[in-house]
């Protein structure tokens, strides 16, 4: 793919300031772009290292005076630079629909004709699959699963039985979805599991990572809410509702029957203790151990999670510790040399 400068701003809907001539082959960072690459800026820290830069143009949210370089300008600079990622996207082999012959598909089964099946799939009896999904090779779908339209499931998805998948949904390779929940009773001297009936309801534009897990319920439906986005290697345990558009990143683990509002941002390695509550909007940092429910738009950090100001006050103490520990050491002897002196007077 290449564009000149000039019809990249026209398809994006941008004002061109400067030269439109230029031609573009691909998308990069300010420090590593290259004359027939665009590059974006968000903020003001980025305009130094933009003025060095060899990009042949650059996206803007409002003129930067004084550069030489093609600026598109746009309203939203996140959005253009989606929208020119899409553009300069790798152009693969279109996945043709149809099953393939070493797929195997049981007589029950309902496929749209529109739906590509790859490479060694197996689809399991009463599974219903809607028009152009897209089943990537080696994905198992078990008996009574359903997957409405414009689905992708990559490379070796796992779907259990009687899970329902709404449309737009895309999960990336090695992802598991519907195995049996991590609940166990000690009876007679010995775990015994406890029996997981329930399934998993992921609604429509979910979108999950590679290597995550999704466990079924006990009784109802494990849920993930429609527009959530999942980053990769997450587990997500029985019963979790999760609601709509939340960011879960990686290594997020969620213990069971916990509630998750809409907008919830939780940071990568974030632990969920079981049975908890997070509200609306709220944002739990990074590395965070959350044990108690959370109110709608709080922002929590630390292990156990407490609030940011909490937190901020906890780090400046410790960065003080080892002045105060010499300090105390310092009193400590000169203390002794005071007991020391008192007694020799004795």
Same mark, same amino acid.
């Given at each position: ?9 026209? @398809? ?16 990069g960072a300010v420090e590593s772009a290259g004359e027939s690459t665009i590059t974006f ?5 980025? %305009? ?8 042949? &143009? ?11 370089? !093609?600026?598109?300008? +746009? ?20 996945? !043709? ?75 990336? &390779? ?25 399934g998993v309801v992921i609604e429509d534009f979910v979108e999950i990572g590679a290597n ?6 006990k009784f109802g439906n494990t849920v993930i809410g429609a527009g959530t986005k999942i ?32 907008? %919830? ?6 632990? %969920? ?11 739990? &940092? ?12 709080? @922002?929590?950090?630390?292990? !156990? ?5 909490? +937190? ?35």
């Amino acid at each position: 793919m290449e564009l000149t400068v000039g019809q990249l701003a026209q @398809q994006i809907g941008a004002e061109l300031v400067g030269d439109g001539s230029g031609r573009i082959r691909a998308v990069g960072a300010v420090e590593s772009a290259g004359e027939s690459t665009i590059t974006f800026v968000k903020d003001s820290r980025h %305009v130094a290292g933009l003025k060095k830069s060899r990009a042949g &143009a650059v996206i803007v949210g409002r003129r930067i005076e004084d550069l030489i370089k !093609p600026q598109l300008i +746009v309203e939203d600079v996140n959005a253009a630079l989606i929208e020119v990622l899409n553009i300069f996207a790798p152009r693969l082999r279109p996945v !043709p629909e149809g099953i393939d012959p070493t797929a195997k598909v049981a007589r029950g089964a309902k496929i749209a004709k529109s739906t590509a099946i790859g490479l060694g799939a197996v689809i399991d009896d009463k599974v219903e699959i809607g028009e152009n999904s897209v089943i990537g090779s080696g994905c198992k779908i078990g008996e009574n699963s359903k997957l409405g339209k414009n689905c992708r499931l990559d490379s070796n998805v796992v779907v259990y039985h009687n899970c329902a998948i709404g449309d737009n949904v895309v999960i990336q &390779a090695n992802t598991t979805i519907g195995s049996v929940g991590f609940g166990y009773s000690f009876i007679d001297g010995a775990h015994r599991l406890i029996p997981h009936n329930g399934g998993v309801v992921i609604e429509d534009f979910v979108e999950i990572g590679a290597n995550c897990c999704v466990d079924r319920a006990k009784f109802g439906n494990t849920v993930i809410g429609a527009g959530t986005k999942i980053d990769n290697l997450v587990q997500i345990a029985h019963n979790v509702v999760i609601g709509k558009c939340c960011l879960i990143a990686g290594q997020v683990g969620i213990a069971g029957s916990c509630k998750l509002g809409d907008g %919830v941002v939780l940071g990568g390695q974030v632990g %969920v203790s079981d049975n908890i509550e997070i509200g609306d909007g709220a944002m739990i &940092a990074a590395q965070s151990g959350v044990t108690h429910s959370v109110g709608a738009g709080e @922002q929590l950090a630390g292990s !156990p999670a407490t609030t940011k100001r909490d +937190v901020l006050k906890t780090v400046t103490l410790m960065r003080r510790l080892p002045k105060m520990a010499e300090r105390l050491q310092r009193l400590s002897e000169r203390i002794e040399r005071l007991e020391a002196a008192k007694d020799n007077k004795r």
